[in-house]
């Protein structure tokens, strides 16, 4: 079997408009997503699903999480523009194989759901993860 690298590598074969960064923080950001979703230790695949809105308000958190005030010019590095191309990032993991979807699951769900330029200072503090409570802490 290929390794994740191998794979995400011919994801950009396939597809060269965006970088393998691009694909590693997607996946990761899935990840992170789910476990503040609650989402993350279920064995049945649809609890763990998540709507391309879910997913993409997490990639905005883990963003600014990760990256702050340069997160804009990370996803452009990656040749992200747009939650469009977040959508285009999504369904060429799920084509080859990385994730799954529903067939509910559309790729215009990613369209326009908000703009890079939300990634500003005055934005930053509004879209960062919601504090743990007591009893996240206590699992």
């Given amino acids: 079997m290929k390794s994740l690298d191998d794979r995400l590598r011919a994801i950009v074969e396939h597809d060269p408009r965006f970088r ?3 694909y590693e923080f997607v996946l990761e950001a899935l ?3 789910m476990r503040h979703l609650g989402r993350g230790d279920e064995s049945d695949e649809d609890d763990r699903h998540i709507s391309a809105a879910d997913l993409l308000q997490g990639i ?5 999480e990760r990256f702050g005030y340069l997160a804009r010019a990370v996803f452009e590095t990656w040749g992200v523009r ?3 191309d977040f959508g285009d990032v999504v369904f060429n993991l799920v084509e080859h194989g990385l994730l799954k979807r ?3 699951d559309h790729r215009s ?3 326009d759901v908000y703009s890079f330029d939300a990634l500003d200072e005055d934005a930053i503090a509004a879209i960062r993860w919601p504090a743990a409570t007591a009893c996240d ?3």
């Fill in 20 to 22: 393998t960064g691009a």
């Fill in 60 to 64: 905005r958190r883990f963003a600014v």
């Fill in 137 to 139: 802490d206590a699992t």
């Fill in 82 to 84: 747009t939650t469009g």
């Fill in 31 to 33: 990840e992170e997503t």
């Fill in 102 to 104: 529903r067939e509910e």
């Fill in 109 to 111: 769900e990613f369209d």
